[in-house]
């Protein structure tokens, strides 16, 4: 790139990138985001920005970035952001602009074939299936000639396959520099190339994974990168929560005895020894399935968050959860006296070191600082017992903010609306953004009074009405013969979804798809292909999917997406709100649930063309004071109340 070229002279409407790329489109609303990324390179300083759907926010990031010659780490949400920086916009900036800069994108340990647990696996094979044992071979091959050890090579291996998990390694199974395969590793290699990069793409999970990794001092590869920028910032605070907190899982413990046994294949070891560690992991391995058998008696619902309360669970989990921290200690203590010192075996006691410590601090509650729960699996080990903080703001201001050079924290949905005007307090407050971040609300440049409107049907029965969701699949039922099909219905619960579905699947005379039935990749592909067809789905199609064009005409929402009352997490930063005298409901509720209904209505208009209606069953928004908040919060449409008042011209087909 030429010295002396600006972020202004780049967007331009006759700058570098209109003489660069065919048909490029001047958008003000992504000059004016550009500019202020810019200006949080040049200055060393923070920046939170709301960009609608439409401006172009990649490129308004990317290119600054670029240009400012800084390391800098992109860290996003969805692997189909991620996808699109890696295939679609950074080839056109790097062959046409910026051919010098080096870009890399960065996995997780599980995308990579680990050498040793590959010979350790090879050497005494064992599979879930005689189909993934067929596999093999083709898999054998594939590890002699990788050069990177990237399963996404390997095309052709089913997404489940299991012994996939037997040979890569977590961060706890890696025995780093003292691997007798570690100058070929495949991690090592990929972290030493992500090093050199300029520019490096990963997503949140791995950016704090990495990061907690690095604060316990192994390793030093975020801390090269002086700019760091989150997009799709909003899921920042719970991401990050799941990295600075604890984890016991069920699964790590059967993988820890899965390695010992695997281990105990080696011909020298004494006899006693392998009868000794063979019991313990027998007995561990019962224990596991008794604290699952223990704490799925304690609820009803699986599959969900539930508060994780020691002095509720009767004396036979106690008992269990006793019983196996002293099998786990145990086997701890028999690794220990193996004859055989190497690094596998002390690694293999490190992990049940850590496992015990991890029961213990989960059992015992001792850090206020912390809210404690479970999730559970239909089958043992099926099982998570978890540790969150309250409070994820300190721990990014001083992990986060306080060591990087420049941050820029960017989503289509990051502000609320205080006194009728965009307001970045909530996200602030979450994140612990320093007092000087800049602030940039850039809306949708898209013309939402002509291309949507937002239909709430009056009168209607509240949400927690017995008649609700016959009356919501009726009115449903009308709207979509009134586009001809061409919708996405997205819900807040399962129950919602499964029951609106019973009623409607056998009446409406378009293709109906439903969350849970197929792969989420091959039902979007359907609903993309099948222009009037219909999607029932929940949370997680309620962004990160792009469906513009005729296919979808409407979006529809059942109602407002609060989260569940009595989620740990939830309860427990509401009461810590409530606590300290602020109204939580106003201060935390209200906000998480004005982001998410506007992902969720942020699926229907994705370019000029598009054009639709937005549905809501909720007439709350009506009715309660808070209403106004997501009403102001949405880009401003017409509202209409009866469906013959909506526009023809956005429910009809071209």
């Known amino acids: 790139m030429a010295e002396g070229?600006?972020?202004?002279?780049?967007?331009?409407?006759?700058g570098v990138l209109a003489a660069g790329i065919p048909r490029f489109e001047h958008r003000p609303s992504q000059v004016r985001m550009a500019a202020a990324v810019w200006e949080s390179f040049r200055d060393s300083g923070c920046l939170i920005v709301e960009a609608g759907t439409g401006t172009g926010k990649t490129f308004a990031y990317l290119v600054p970035a670029l240009l400012s010659g800084r390391k800098t780490v992109i860290s996003t949400a969805t692997k189909a952001l991620q996808d699109q920086i890696l295939d679609h916009d950074l080839p056109v900036l790097i062959r046409r602009f910026f051919p010098k800069a080096r870009v890399r994108s960065l996995k997780g340990r599980k995308n990579y074939l680990c050498l040793r647990r590959f010979k350790e696996f090879a050497y005494q094979p064992s599979f879930w299936s005689r189909e993934e044992a067929a596999l093999f071979g083709a898999l054998h091959e594939w590890a002699a000639r990788t050069k990177t050890g990237d399963r996404s090579e390997a095309d052709w291996l089913p997404d489940h396959y299991q012994a996939w998990n037997d040979i890569t390694a977590a961060a706890d199974q890696c025995l780093a520099a003292q691997c007798p395969h570690y100058g070929d590793c495949f991690v090592q290699k990929s972290r030493l190339e992500a090093a050199r990069a300029d520019l490096l793409i990963l997503n949140h999970h791995l950016f704090f994974a990495t990061l907690t990794v690095e604060e316990r001092g192994s390793g030093d590869l975020l801390s090269s990168f002086p700019a760091v920028i989150f997009d799709e910032a909003h899921h920042v605070e719970d991401v990050a929560g799941l990295y600075f907190g604890l984890e016991f899982a069920g699964w790590t413990v059967t993988d820890l005895c899965r390695d010992v046994l695997r281990a105990m294949a080696h011909p020298k070891l004494p006899a006693t020894f392998r009868t000794e560690c063979a019991a313990s992991c027998e007995r561990i391995s019962q224990l596991i399935k008794e604290v699952h058998k223990r704490l799925a008696a304690s609820t009803l619902i699986p599959a969900v968050r539930h508060r994780f309360d020691p002095g509720a669970m009767p004396s036979s989990f106690h008992e269990a959860v006793g019983q196996l921290r002293d099998a786990l200690e145990n086997l701890g203590r028999t690794l220990q006296g193996s004859s055989s010192s190497s690094a596998l075996w002390e690694s293999l006691e490190t992990r049940c070191g850590s496992l015990v410590w991890k029961l213990d601090e989960l059992t015992a509650q001792g850090d206020p600082h912390l809210t404690y729960w479970f999730e559970i699996g239909a089958h043992a080990p099926g099982f998570v017992l978890r540790a969150t903080p309250l409070e994820i703001a300190p721990i990014l201001s001083e992990k986060v903010f306080a060591k990087k050079e420049t941050v820029v924290l960017a989503s289509a949905t990051l502000a609320t609306v205080e006194q009728k005007r965009p307001s970045f307090r909530y996200v602030r407050e979450r994140l612990g953004t320093p007092e000087n971040c800049r602030e940039l609300f850039v809306p949708s440049p898209f013309d939402f009074r002509h291309q949507a409107a937002l239909y709430i049907p009056t009168p209607f029965p509240m949400p927690n009405d017995p008649r609700f969701c016959h009356a919501m699949a009726e009115e449903a039922f009308q709207i979509m013969n009134?586009?001809?099909?061409?919708?996405?219905?997205?819900f807040t619960s399962y129950r919602h979804m499964h029951e609106t579905h019973r009623l409607l699947a056998e009446r409406l005379p378009f293709p109906v798809l439903c969350q849970g039935e197929k792969p989420k990749r091959k039902l979007l592909f359907e609903f993309k292909e099948n222009i009037h067809s219909v999607l029932f789905a929940t949370y997680s199609f309620w962004e990160g999917i792009d469906v513009p064009g005729q296919a979808l005409t409407c979006v529809l929402i059942d109602?407002?997406?609060?989260?569940?009352?009595?989620?740990?997490?939830?309860?427990?930063?509401?009461?810590?709100?409530?606590?300290?005298?602020?109204?939580?409901?106003?201060?935390?509720?209200?906000?998480?649930a004005v982001l998410q209904l506007k992902q969720g209505f942020g699926r229907l208009i994705r370019s000029r063309q598009d054009k639709g209606v937005l549905v809501l069953f909720d007439t709350r928004v009506l009715s309660?004071?808070?209403?106004?908040?997501?009403?102001?919060?949405?880009?401003?449409?017409?509202?209409?109340?009866?469906?013959d008042s909506l526009p023809e011209h956005l429910v009809s087909v071209d």
């Open 5 to 14: 070229v600006t972020v202004e002279s780049f967007f331009a409407p006759d």
């Open 482 to 490: 009134k586009t001809q099909g061409r919708a996405l219905f997205l």
């Open 559 to 592: 109602k407002l997406p609060f989260e569940v009352p009595n989620d740990p997490i939830t309860a427990s930063r509401v009461e810590r709100l409530s606590q300290a005298g602020e109204n939580a409901f106003y201060r935390y509720q209200v906000p998480r």
């Open 624 to 643: 309660k004071p808070y209403g106004r908040i997501f009403l102001e919060s949405l880009p401003p449409m017409p509202l209409v109340h009866r469906l």
